[in-house]
């Protein structure tokens, strides 16, 4: 059976029966076989099939049908695919393994800092160069103030104590002042003795504890 774009329906004979294919067969489904001569043609095919026994294979090859790995594989393959997923999810697991980001933790990076400043403050002391130690150090304690509280570390100490106020108690905003008082008063002095430079070191560190710390 054919038009004028081609077959419609083959016919083969395999054995004592026939088989019969329909290129386009929506034109016997429910919504389609009153249409045109649809059920005209499809009681002929009926009528050629002959006396006996007529089987209707009804799959649909579309999306709908198309397999997935479930139907695919055999259950055991699954479970055992399932099996070594959970077990490799384990030993990443047991070996540590992270994904994602990298952070440094904070201590690493303070316990560096602190390491580098005191190495660099120890070669200042043995060469006698107290003053340019001690402006290093402050320097420093200038990035922790920036970090903290997002001040400029080109501020004067009166403008950070003047914002660190409202953060600080009558005590707190004493001891800055003197502390910082005396840092701006190093460049006066034409030589800082020893003792001193260990003083400034200090109160520079205890100033450094404080903001860290907040």
Same mark, same amino acid.
């Given at each position: 059976?054919?038009?004028?774009?081609?077959?419609?329906?083959?016919?083969?004979?395999?054995?004592?029966?026939?088989?019969?294919?329909?290129?386009?067969?929506?034109?016997?489904?429910?919504?389609?076989?009153?249409?045109?001569?649809?059920?005209?043609?499809?009681?002929?095919?009926?009528?050629?099939?002959?006396?006996?026994p007529v089987l209707v294979d009804e799959y649909i090859h579309g999306p709908k049908n198309i397999p997935?790995?479930?139907?695919?594989?055999?259950?055991?393959?699954?479970?055992?695919?399932?099996?070594?997923?959970?077990?490799?999810?384990?030993?990443?697991?047991?070996?540590? @393994? +992270? =994904? *994602?980001?990298?952070?440094?933790?904070?201590?690493?990076?303070?316990?560096?800092?602190?390491?580098?400043? #005191?190495?660099?403050?120890?070669?200042?002391?043995?060469?006698?160069?107290?003053?340019?130690?001690?402006?290093?150090?402050?320097?420093?304690?200038?990035?922790?103030?920036? @970090? +903290? =509280? *997002?001040?400029?570390?080109?501020s004067t100490w009166a403008e950070i104590r003047e914002?660190?106020?409202?953060? #600080?108690?009558?005590?707190?905003?004493?001891?800055?002042?003197?502390?910082?008082?005396?840092?701006?008063?190093?460049?006066?002095?034409?030589?800082?003795?020893?003792?001193?430079?260990?003083?400034?070191?200090?109160?520079?560190?205890?100033?450094?504890?404080?903001?860290?710390?907040?």
């Amino acid at each position: 059976m054919k038009d004028d774009k081609g077959a419609l329906v083959l016919e083969r004979s395999y054995g004592e029966g026939q088989l019969i294919v329909s290129m386009n067969p929506d034109w016997v489904i429910n919504g389609a076989i009153l249409e045109h001569d649809h059920a005209a043609l499809t009681a002929q095919l009926l009528e050629e099939s002959g006396p006996g026994p007529v089987l209707v294979d009804e799959y649909i090859h579309g999306p709908k049908n198309i397999p997935t790995v479930f139907t695919i594989y055999p259950k055991w393959v699954l479970v055992i695919a399932l099996q070594l997923l959970l077990l490799t999810i384990v030993w990443l697991w047991k070996n540590g @393994k +992270r =994904f *994602g980001p990298i952070y440094t933790p904070r201590e690493h990076r303070v316990r560096l800092g602190d390491e580098r400043l #005191q190495a660099l403050a120890s070669w200042y002391t043995r060469g006698g160069f107290y003053k340019e130690s001690i402006r290093i150090q402050e320097q420093y304690l200038r990035s922790w103030i920036r @970090k +903290r =509280f *997002g001040l400029s570390r080109m501020s004067t100490w009166a403008e950070i104590r003047e914002a660190l106020a409202k953060y #600080q108690t009558t005590d707190e905003q004493a001891r800055w002042k003197r502390y910082t008082t005396d840092l701006d008063d190093i460049d006066t002095n034409d030589k800082l003795r020893k003792s001193s430079y260990l003083q400034y070191s200090k109160n520079i560190d205890d100033l450094r504890k404080e903001v860290q710390e907040r």
